[in-house]
Each structure stands twice: as C-alpha cells, then as structure tokens.
C-alpha cells in the first residue's frame, strides 16, 4: 500500500507523478449515462496558485480541461471537484471551474469559519455543495471546530466529507453518529486492505453506513498495491451491501501522494466491477446515488433535489 509522506516543508515535499495521459474506459462494462465521478481535483501552479508549505507532497499542473477530457474518455456525464489539500483554503481554480461548467460540475470545498456570509453565498452559488474535513496530507481543516461546521453546512443545505484513516473512527464514530447533516466517508476508510474487514475502524464504518452515513467507493490503489486491487474486494461488496442506496464511486484524478505507478482510470473502473458485479447495483452507484446527494437529479418541479438527513 502507498501512504502519505510525513508533512514536509515547502522546499522538500516530494513531488508525485501525474496520471495516465491515455485514460481509458473500462474494458468490463459500458459506462451508464447519467454517471458521476464523485472525486477529483484541479491543481494550478505558484505563484499564481500558491501550495501551502506544510503539504506532505508537490503535485504536477492538473487542468481542467485535462479532468474533462478524462470523464469524456471513460464515458461520464458529470464530476465532481474536491478541494485538493496542497492548495489549501485557496479554492479559486476549483471554483472558477465550476462556474464555467456549471450543469455539468459540483464541488466540495474547504473553508474556514467566520468569513462573511456573502462569501458562502458565493462558493454555493459556483457550485459547491459540500465542506471537506481532512486530517491527511497537511493542508486540510480537521475536526475540533466540527461542531461549528456542521451548523454551517446545515445553514448552506450541505454536507460533509471526511478524508481520514478509518481506524481513527472508533474514536470520531460518536461525533459523526449525530451529525444532522449527511455526511461521506472518502476512500472506503483510506487504510491497507491487508488488514481487513474485520478491523474495529471498518467495523465502524459499516455500522455508520448502514445507519445512515455514505461512503465513497474509490481509491483502490490507496488501499493495495496494483490492479486489479483484489484485497479490495471484500471491503466495497460489505459496503455496498451495508448501504446500497448511500454508496458512490469516484476516480480521486489526477491521483496525487502515489508514487509507485501511474494510476489509469480504466484499471479503477474495472475494479469497481469487481466489486459491483450487479449491473443494476452498479448503476446505482454510479448514477443514482450520486446524482441525488450531489444535486445533479431535477425534480418534477425543476428544482434539484438534494438529500438531507435529519
């Protein structure tokens, strides 16, 4: 399994190679319409886009012209832009994007606390439908302020995400149980495979799906070593049972903090029917849930139709 470099100063982040040029779609089955990549990332470059110094690695120049030809290549409709940790709480090339693509693009940002109203108004009216959390990689806003978080997310009809290993959940678990907005786990839990279902992290991931967390089946090479990822197999068949209607799939393009391959986004596509032999299951994954929870689905009235737990 490849894992985060330890938090490094600017002039030593080790940089991490970008993805495959070539991407491809999947070999095992044909992309639905309506598809959603649930997680990717548009990265600039400094001066203009500055990297945060306490970041655990220095990515190449992800375009966004690049990410759309990457979901034109294997087939989806629509994507989904995460702010990447490296550049910190500067989200403007994530939302310039989104608003030159707006039908076809969400976005979840990382924000801090206390800006003026407007300045939400703003991010929700680019795109953004959701606030990360992240306690990986540096550059991220963790969780000692969640409290706070969660009213502003309740206020903007958002949700969270949670970018964390799941063995810190039996600790968060409690905390994230009366979140009374949604919430989504990144990367099936971001831990090694090899060491299973079992373990009391990812026993707590099932039971928080299954209660009414969503959990984002993606990040196969974060997990295992190389296609088709096959450790993996266990963890995303118990997820998708635990929660067939909160489960979602994202490419995490252009795949930064890997250094051991070059990541195409066919290979994960493949794994995922693996994971998902049901085509009907997987279309859920790919279609249904996404749309909803990420407000690409129109209601009758035309309005879109974003879920929220209470």
């Known amino acids: 399994m490849s894992s985060a470099h330890p938090h490094q100063d600017q002039d030593s982040a080790p940089a991490c190679p970008g993805p495959d040029p070539q991407p491809r779609a999947p070999t095992s089955f044909e992309v639905p319409t309506g598809a959603v990549d649930t997680h990717a ?116 009809n958002w949700h969270l995400q949670f970018l964390l290993d799941v063995r810190e959940l039996p600790d968060l678990a409690p905390r994230l149980s009366r979140l009374k907005v949604p919430f989504i786990i990144d990367h099936m839990g971001h831990f090694p495979a090899t060491l299973g279902g079992q373990t009391p992290g990812f026993q707590t991931l099932i039971g928080l799906v299954r209660d009414g967390g969503w959990v984002k089946l993606s990040g196969a090479y974060r997990l295992a070593e190389a296609p088709p990822y096959s450790e993996t197999i266990p963890l995303a068949r118990a997820l998708a049972e635990a929660a067939p209607g909160r489960c979602v799939w994202g490419s995490d393009w252009p795949h930064v903090a890997h250094w051991s391959s070059i990541i195409n986004v066919g290979d994960l596509l493949d794994t995922l029917a693996m994971w998902v032999p049901d085509e009907t299951l997987r279309n859920r994954i790919l279609v249904d849930n996404p749309q909803r929870l990420y407000g690409f689905r129109a209601s009758s009235d035309g309005v879109n139709d974003k879920v929220m737990r209470s």
Not at 52 to 80: C, F, H, N, Q, W
């Open 41 to 156: 990332h548009v990265i600039g470059l400094p001066p203009y886009y500055p990297f945060v110094a306490a970041r655990s690695y220095t990515p190449p120049e992800a375009k966004p012209a690049k990410y759309l030809e990457m979901l034109d290549a294997i087939g989806m409709t629509y994507g989904v832009l995460i702010q990447v940790s490296v550049h910190g709480t500067d989200d403007r090339l994530m939302r310039e994007t989104l608003r030159a693509n707006q039908q076809r693009l969400r976005g979840i940002s990382v924000l801090p606390l206390g800006l003026p109203a407007s300045d939400y108004d703003k991010a929700a009216s680019s795109g953004v439908v959701g606030l990360r959390l992240n306690v990986l990689y540096g550059g991220g806003i963790g969780y000692q302020d969640l409290d706070e978080f969660e009213a502003l997310a309740r206020d903007m």
